[in-house]
DNA sequence: GCCTATATTGAGACATATTCTCACTTGGAG
DNA sequence: CTCCAAGTGAGAATATGTCTCAATATAGGC
């Protein structure tokens, strides 16, 4: 069983067909999903599911701290599982986007989090600059 | 005169009053400000400004490397002049916003553009977690 | 200062993203 | 099984951002 469902189950929600199509989406994707797409692929798995069911099941996830919200260029921001944190090189051109793993971030949050007493559970770092193709 | 009014005419843009509004309204604000914001102050102090020169005065000072977006829980981006600290550690609860200086991402960027042969720009560093307030 | 080419403007239509409402359905505890 | 609070989808409502276009204002040449 999905590692979402069994978090949901046990902080008191229900299982429901749209609600677990919309985990299994989430679950099963190593990169970033925005909510149209999430819809699209939920109702590939149970027809039907509404726009409403995936948002509201977002801020379930959100909240959990089981997936969290990443800004490329598009309207409106994108979703990616906590689990598989990656970042992105954005050209601010073309708006390709390349990811990649490498992070030393991880120092400066312990240093972080002792210095201003936050409990810090994810953060974003993107690059901005023009690709290879843009460079003219 | 402001330095981004400055910057606005070094780089060719004309000075007009509407814009001249939104420019001191992002000047004089030490932290993040929502377009909707921006707009009711701007009218504050030029009546009628429209929405879109509140945009398309953004578009420039993102261009100029003078703002830059900030990512809270809001629906669509905050923004904040890049001068002084331009990282954040952002409480997902009540929005207090911590700025620091302190950064490593140098080597990595180095790394990333050689690596993916992009002239990297800017980048974006940002903490969300939980404020000592929040932690209940 | 005056003139002119052209950048900039606001209104409001448009497009898209997200939230809300509400009558209906359903999971799961008991 | 029963029951009801939690969850649902449709679609209206709201929020956000983009675009068009005729009118206007700026900056630079004179
Ligand atoms: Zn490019
Ligand atoms: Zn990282
Ligand atoms: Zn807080
Ligand atoms: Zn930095």
Redesign the pocket.
């Known amino acids: 069983m999905g590692v979402f469902k069994t978090h949901l189950?046990r902080s008191g929600?229900?299982?429901?067909?749209?609600?677990e199509a919309v985990l299994a989406v989430l679950e099963n994707e190593k990169g970033h999903l925005h909510?149209?797409d999430i819809l699209l692929k939920a109702r590939a798995i149970h027809a039907?599911?509404?726009?409403?069911?995936v948002?509201?099941?977002l801020d379930i996830l959100k909240m959990l701290n089981l997936v969290r919200p990443i800004y490329i260029n598009?309207?409106?921001?994108s979703y990616m599982r906590v689990a598989g944190g990656h970042h992105h090189l954005v050209c601010s051109n073309c708006g390709k986007v390349v990811e990649f793993d490498a992070c030393n971030a991880g120092d400066l949050q312990r240093k972080l989090a002792r210095k201003h007493r936050f409990v810090i559970q994810s953060h974003l770092l993107e690059f901005y600059g023009q690709c290879e193709d843009c460079r003219n």
Do not use: L, M
């Not at 039907?48 to 069911?53: E, K």
């Open positions: 189950r929600y229900k299982i429901t067909a749209p609600r909510p149209s039907g599911v509404g726009r409403a069911t948002y509201r099941t598009e309207a409106g921001p």
